[in-house]
């Protein structure tokens, strides 16, 4: 039972003059303040910890201080670190800014892969601004520049970790990765799921490929080649849309849902 849900229970239960009654209601109602009160300072926390980064580069900046010095005056925590980062090249006043901002960045000694799983915690967590640089900095991490479409294997492990432990996969991840690109998504989802027979690997292979084909033919320019190959493509989405798999049918009502628009 939820901490609050204890709270409603503990309450229709006031009726009751036990001294039991009353201790408990003061408990639950301790437990959610100190919950809520965490919750707060979290915010709080991350909040100023993003403006502080911004701060101390514009002061390196100002004191003509090289990215590499900046950097060890910035928190230690890549948790705090990237995410302020991110906010500073949002919220940097003037190209200058942002180009020193981008040299630290360069600086920070983590891993692609280690990058992506810290920022997509980040979705949806900042303003409009915030949202579109973070995105933007997930799409060069994913080689995603023009036409070339996104590389997702640097999130294999983020989907194959919870798939192992039969774990509930990050849903914010899994939300980002089909709104990207549904046939990227599907992909990955196939591979970390440790799909082993060839013939359900070749469905899932052809029904992409005629999928995003069709796809590209239409965004492109290419009507009377695309219209040719929509049965084809219906045919797919009807067997994806049966799949046992519950990838398999997101990526279905993903695709049905792009077409319609």
């Known amino acids: ?10 309450s229709r239960r006031g009726g009751r003059s036990s001294r039991f009654s009353r201790i408990q209601l003061a408990l639950a109602v301790g437990a ?17 910890s ?13 004191d003509g201080l090289a990215p590499a010095e900046v950097l060890d005056r910035l928190p230690d ?35 692609d892969t280690a990058r992506a799983a810290i920022l997509v915690e980040q979705l949806g967590g900042g303003d409009a601004v915030f949202e579109r640089t973070l995105r933007g900095l997930l799409a060069d991490l994913e080689g995603r520049h023009g036409l070339r479409r996104a590389d997702f294997s640097i999130y294999r492990e983020l989907i194959e970790g919870p798939v192992r432990n039969d774990a509930p996969l990050p849903a914010v991840l899994v939300d980002y990765l ?17 799909v082993r ?31 040719r190959g929509r049965a084809a493509v219906e ?15 997101r990526y279905a009502a993903e695709v049905r849902t792009r077409l319609a628009g």
């Open 1 to 10: 039972m939820s901490t609050l849900a204890s709270i409603e229970t503990a």
């Open 32 to 48: 959610a303040l100190a919950v809520a009160g965490t919750l707060r300072a979290q915010v709080v926390d991350e909040a100023a």
């Open 50 to 62: 993003r403006r502080q980064v911004l701060q101390t580069i514009e002061v390196g900046l100002a």
């Open 77 to 111: 925590d890549p948790r705090l670190l990237l995410p302020g980062l991110v906010h500073a090249v949002a919220h940097a006043d003037g190209t200058r800014t942002a180009t020193y901002v981008a040299r630290v960045w360069q600086r920070v000694p983590l891993a």
């Open 178 to 194: 089909f709104e990207v690109d549904p046939g990227q998504a599907v992909l990955l989802m196939m591979r970390s799921h440790g």
């Open 197 to 227: 027979q060839p013939q359900r690997i070749r469905q899932i292979l052809w029904a992409e490929h005629v999928i995003s084909a069709h796809i590209w033919q239409r965004d492109n320019g290419f009507a009377d080649e695309a219209r």
């Open 235 to 249: 045919t797919e989405l009807q067997q994806l849309a049966a799949d046992p798999s519950w990838w398999a049918r």
